[in-house]
């Protein structure tokens, strides 16, 4: 019972914010599920991994997604700027909480590498919604099969 409190997937309210705190991540406005990605995120951070797959690991594992659709891929021309596409979005809840992992993922890379653009795909009823940032945000709509 007491590794149950201590357990990242089983431990809700106070107990996830004991669990926040050994690895210094407030939990601010999440909700418990949303607090479990947060702290997942910062274990991995702290990890250290800044190549290609580490940064691969932190985001598939941290929010319990699939990692083949999601790429890192080297802007043209700059190589020292990535591109992350097809990061999906069955995780998010709100704009908070997508600003919240781009920001993990913009902190995440090696120390002379910018992240250019971060999308995000939700294929859920039907609709293929990639919204993602870069100097600008865009959204695409396209209705048909999942």
């Avoid at 990605?37 to 932190?58: E, F, H, Q, W």
């Avoid at 709100?94 to 002379?112: F, K, P």
Wanted: hydrophobic letters at 40%; aromatic letters at 6%; a neutral charge.
């Amino acid at each position: 019972l007491i590794d149950d409190v201590r357990d990242l997937d089983v431990a809700r309210g106070r107990q996830l914010d004991l669990i926040g705190a050994q690895y210094n991540e407030p939990r601010g406005k999440a909700d418990d599920s949303f607090y479990r990605v947060m702290i997942r995120s910062k274990i991995m951070t702290n990890k250290g991994d800044s190549s290609v797959n580490g940064l691969l690991s932190m985001i598939y594992l941290s929010l319990g997604v699939e990692k083949s659709p999601i790429e890192i891929k080297s802007v043209v021309g700059e190589p020292n700027t990535i591109v992350i596409n097809n990061i999906p979005l069955n995780w998010s809840k709100n704009e908070w909480e997508r600003d919240y992992i781009i920001a993990r993922i913009i902190a995440s890379v090696s120390a002379g590498i910018r992240v250019d653009s971060v999308s995000f795909m939700d294929r859920s009823k039907g609709v293929l919604n990639v919204t993602g940032l870069t100097t600008n945000t865009f959204t695409y709509h396209v209705t048909g099969g999942s």
